[in-house]
């Protein structure tokens, strides 16, 4: 076995410890937030949903492209958040919107995000091209829900990679209009223009 080998397989164990230690949670539970990444989900067989009990998303209620329940954003934070969330429609087309919670109610950020996203229908309608960002400072938690006509220029990996690079450590010093703008403009070096 060459050098080069011996480097292929040691990489291959790494990336595989990796795997197993963010499948476990272990790694994201020592960086002091839970991000998530997520697609919502426009396709018959993947919103199939039984009958439930009502979700805690239920009370948000869709205001415009920054909607702060939890009170997190100073309103001139919110302002710059707006106008760049506006500029990134206007010049891709694709909608991207901002929920701030006070509580997930006990739900699973993934569950709260989805059915948000699903009642708040953002994106355009035949292209499911919205972005949801869930931001439950209290709870400290994130995600980012991306339509499925995103999830090409926006997959599970680059989400979750702008969400621990570009966004947690501004969340961590409770700086959320940072972490939002720095997350905002990754995803938008990432989004196609239509």
Excluded at 24 to 44: F, M
Excluded at 113 to 121: G, P, T, V
Excluded at 127 to 146: F, M, Y
Aim: glycine share 8%.
């Amino acid at each position: 076995m060459g050098s080069d080998d011996r480097a292929l397989s040691r990489s291959a164990v790494i990336v595989r410890r990796l795997a197993r230690a963010l499948a476990t949670g272990l790694l994201l539970a020592t960086l002091g937030a839970l991000p998530a990444c997520g697609r919502t989900a426009s396709k018959p067989e993947a919103s199939r949903t039984t009958a439930s009990a009502p979700s805690a998303s239920d009370t948000l209620v869709l205001h415009g492209r920054v909607n702060d329940a939890a009170n997190a954003l100073a309103p001139e934070s919110e302002a710059r958040l707006d106008a760049q969330l506006a500029a990134l429609e206007q010049r891709t087309g694709h909608q991207m919107v901002i929920a701030t919670t006070p509580s997930l109610g006990g739900e699973p950020i993934a569950r709260y995000s989805l059915a948000l996203a699903r009642r708040w229908k953002i994106g355009r309608k035949g292209i499911d091209d919205g972005v949801l960002i869930v931001l439950a400072p209290q709870d400290r938690t994130v995600r980012i829900e991306v339509g499925y006509g995103l999830e090409k220029a926006l997959p599970d990996a680059l989400c979750a990679r702008i969400i621990q690079q570009d966004m947690l450590g501004a969340f961590r010093r409770e700086d959320y209009a940072a972490g939002l703008e720095a997350g905002i403009g990754a995803r938008i070096a990432h989004l196609p223009a239509d």
